[in-house]
């Protein structure tokens, strides 16, 4: 099954390449040996050992560590080693639940290899065979990933927001969906991989919501991300996820997610066993 | 959460007190220091080292494998080391998708702490708030887990059936559900542990399916292995799980997926990353 072949671009991770990143006594993400060389000319932010990049243990809360790595973070964007600042702050810990130790701007999260957060959420019509589901297709001038296929709406889980008003707020934003409707969307758990991209380590939670959309409804892009829009036969969509790779890469785990839930695909089918297994880490 | 002690409950392993067992060059499983010494009693048909049991290598098919092994727990039946015969052929190797290195008794699978299959059917009329999940509750004289709250249907995976027809085969005999019905229902993953009961090591992937019931189905067991059936609402089910240890072990692990993936669970709420991955290894 060469849906295996989506699975397996989300678990490509030379693990010797690294060394771990550590706030506070706690391994919080991965740097590359490169990149740890890099970090040794901001002593005042990182302790860099041959086995470990550590923050300077001085910083000792959320505020000092933030504002270091922040000031790290201009130098490094000067020099163009981080590039595509998004003004986004991204919380940095172990535990999703737990206050974070620090905050770092969204474009230098893959390169300290820290675990991010995001909402994706499966927008359908209809049940079986006929089920369909919305599929967009990302702006050519995106960043990350520029004319990949994608969810209907998924987005990046910033710091201070819920992770249902993150749905709700990006459902306007990305499809125009009126608040009403994205509150009916479901949690349906996540997907999650390591896995080493053009930006960096992505070492990530997807959560997974699944929306059941009224057949008139037809998505408004808001803010520019999204080419277009197509409503596709969920057979479509499985031949596409499994002959190609035009889905981005974390779509098409969570939408081979989708298919497992929702029984599109057969346990008696080789390649199950191991598809599922794939899904999280 | 307390759902977090019903996870918990499937990752009880004390590796240490454990070597693996090896068929054909390939680990299939886990015996305990114990087990092992009394295998050297067999030498015809195991090779006990101290850091690993084989099967001896002169045994070079699955016949072969099978014989020798079926002579050994007959002796092992006999002195009371294996109980509860059930004349199950259960197949032993490392994909569940290859043919079997071997075929063994079920009721010495944990002995041997061999990856077993299993089919778990969730019975449910409704949707959302309103869903009803028909529960079982286990005869007082059942081997295993006797008086425990059970699925409507769930049976181990014998060789040589697919999983389907297994499906419908136990939805008959354990709630009486003709094959059309029975045949609607939907596979949705399967949840995975390794942990350590009475009977052994329990290695197992339940393969998960969900069936919509129409309002008025009413179970009939007709194997004599359930002694009542409930239909239960959701947040009864959801209190029951987090609150008592009175579902089976693996069922209420099925239970906490079927939550998580009909999104009774919130992914906001704290807890809901561990659980979520509590439910596969």
């Known amino acids: 099954m060469s849906l295996l072949e989506r699975i397996e671009t989300c678990r490509r991770w030379n693990r010797s390449r690294y060394r771990p990143f550590q706030v506070a006594g706690q391994k919080v993400g991965w740097v590359t040996h490169d990149f740890a060389r890099r970090l040794k000319d901001f002593p005042k932010a990182f302790r860099v050992s041959d086995v470990a ?127 009403a409707l994205a509150r009916t969307a479901r949690p349906a758990g996540f997907v999650s991989y390591v896995t080493e991209r053009v930006e960096g380590l992505r070492n990530d939670i997807c959560f997974v919501y699944d929306v059941a959309l009224p057949a008139d409804f037809r998505p408004v892009n808001e803010d520019g991300e999204i080419e277009e829009f197509y409503l596709w036969r969920i057979d479509q969509v499985r031949t596409r996820l499994s002959e190609t790779d035009d889905f981005k890469f974390n779509v098409a785990l969570v939408n081979i997610d989708f298919l497992v839930r929702r029984g599109y695909l057969s346990p008696d089918e080789p390649g199950y066993v191991a598809i599922v297994e794939g899904l999280r880490l």
Chains 1, 2 share one sequence.
């Not at 990049?53 to 163009?80: K, T």
């Not at 589901?133 to 990949?148: D, Y």
């Not at 709406?153 to 709700?168: I, K």
């Open 53 to 179: 990049v550590e923050m300077a243990p001085g910083l000792g809360d959320f505020a000092q560590r933030s504002a270091a790595m922040a000031e790290v973070l201009a130098g490094l964007s000067a020099d163009g080693t981080v590039s595509g600042w998004r003004n986004e702050p991204y919380p940095v810990g172990t535990d999703f639940y737990a206050p974070p130790l620090l905050q770092m701007e969204r474009a230098a999260v893959p390169l300290f290899g820290v675990r991010a957060y995001g909402v994706h959420i499966n927008g359908f019509t209809g049940d079986g065979a006929a089920l369909e589901l919305w599929v967009a297709k990302r702006s050519k001038t995106k960043q990350t990933a520029p004319g990949k296929l994608d969810h209907l709406v998924a987005g990046g889980q910033p710091l201070g927001l819920s992770l249902m008003d993150n749905v709700v707020k990006e459902c306007g934003e990305e499809a125009g969906m009126m608040p």
